[in-house]
């Protein structure tokens, strides 16, 4: 029993020098603790102030709301957050939703924002760093996602890593990305509004759609990065055998790769759609997951029917137009390893059926499991169709 009691008193203690509130003397002035940090609100005004030294509390907020920020209940009263000189870190969700919030003050101190920290404050407006002096290093996952009225900004000169949908959304229509940046998470800047994009020397990994939007016209590389390059305005690695991401604005028409294309990187065409036509070469080895997701671009396969099936896939691919190089029983393929080229391979079930028709049978035939053989020399369209979604494979035999 006198263990019982001891662990009750041990986590009372703890609960209370971790999160805790207070009103004060000024009926306008409510406060309290948050691990190392102290925080007061004036309720009148908006001003969250946080000071201390040290880490704030990281929320973890489950499915019932549990686990809030000790200044949850005022979220829409917050308008401006100045953490004071000493907090090392701003904790996980601390200030997520708070729709009326306009304006953060970080200093040098902090070395890391954490998940979700600022996400969805929609009119968020202003962040302020001192870019020479800050210490931060770590802007963490979707820690100002979502913020579409945050349109510029100075990043630290110190800064290491920006995380997976750090910024995905905000209104930026310029950014200068700091040459101690290594890192740039999946989808970082996604869905804002830049026009051209700098990647400095020492970045040595960029994520999935990273940068993914339709105004950016055009990707410069330093040429002092071992790991990126640009090339004819859109984003590849060093050696140019994967693109990482087509630049859509660029209003062009029809996209040729450069002849020592080898991947083709996940989303590099999402969603583009401005091409008319994308031809893929021969040298193309692999397709990455969602390359041409909902890209309106007819895909125009270089080769035969029997090299792009050796072709390594994680991509639903549809608007293809294939070439058969000659009739016979080589030329064969299957439609469900494509959708015009790649279905999945399970898909035809008998609870949940693919059908398949030719145009023109005789120089196409298709069967109800989704195999193609090339007849004779001329063109004809394959429509696939399940639940009621069409995708069409035009085959031509030579």
Not at 23 to 43: F, Q, R
Not at 45 to 72: A, F, H, K
Not at 114 to 120: D, L, P, Q, V, Y
Request: proline share 2%.
């Amino acid at each position: 029993m006198k263990r019982i009691i001891s662990s009750i008193l041990v986590l009372t203690l703890f609960l209370s020098l971790t999160f805790s509130v207070s009103a004060s003397t000024d009926e306008h002035i409510v406060s309290g603790k948050s691990l190392d940090c102290d925080w007061n609100l004036n309720t009148d005004t908006g001003e969250l102030t946080v000071s201390g030294n040290g880490r704030m509390w990281d929320c973890v907020i489950d499915n019932e709301g549990n686990d809030q920020p000790d200044w949850y209940e005022y979220n829409n009263l917050i308008k401006t957050v100045t953490i004071l000189e000493g907090v090392t870190s701003i904790g996980d969700l601390s200030f997520k939703n708070c729709k009326n919030l306009k304006k953060v003050v970080i200093p040098n101190s902090v070395k890391v924002i954490g998940i979700g920290a600022f996400s969805n404050c929609f009119e968020l407006s202003k962040v302020v760093f001192d870019t020479k002096n800050s210490n931060l290093e770590y802007i963490c996952f979707s820690a100002f996602s979502g913020c579409s009225k945050l349109k510029k900004t100075s990043f630290p000169e110190k800064l290491v890593s920006v995380g997976d949908y750090a910024f995905h959304g905000c209104g930026f229509t310029d950014i200068v990305l700091p040459d101690s940046l290594k890192t740039i998470g999946d989808s970082a800047f996604a869905l804002c509004n830049l026009t051209e994009v700098y990647i400095p020397k020492n970045i040595t990994l960029i994520g999935a759609s990273s940068f993914i939007g339709k105004k950016v016209k055009r990707f410069t590389v330093d040429k002092n990065n071992k790991y990126y390059s640009d090339f004819d305005g859109n984003l590849y690695n060093k050696a140019h055998t994967k693109l990482l991401q087509y630049a859509y604005g660029k209003q062009e028409k029809t996209f040729n790769f450069p002849k020592s294309i080898k991947i083709i990187g996940e989303y590099a065409f999402s969603e583009d759609k401005n091409l008319r036509k994308i031809n893929i070469p021969v040298s193309v080895k692999r397709i990455d997951y969602n390359a041409f997701y909902m890209c309106k671009a007819q895909l125009n396969y270089l080769g035969t029917a029997k090299r792009f099936a050796k072709i390594k896939q994680y991509e639903r691919m549809v608007n293809l137009s294939l070439e058969f190089k000659r009739a016979g029983k080589n030329n064969t393929l299957r439609i469900n390893e494509t959708d015009g080229l790649k279905l999945s391979s399970n898909l035809y079930t008998k609870d949940n059926p693919t059908s398949f028709k030719s145009s023109n049978s005789k120089i196409v035939r298709v069967s109800k499991n989704g195999r193609v053989r090339a007849l004779k020399k001329g063109t004809a369209k394959i429509t696939v169709i399940r639940n009621g979604a069409k995708s069409a494979l035009k085959v031509t035999v030579k």
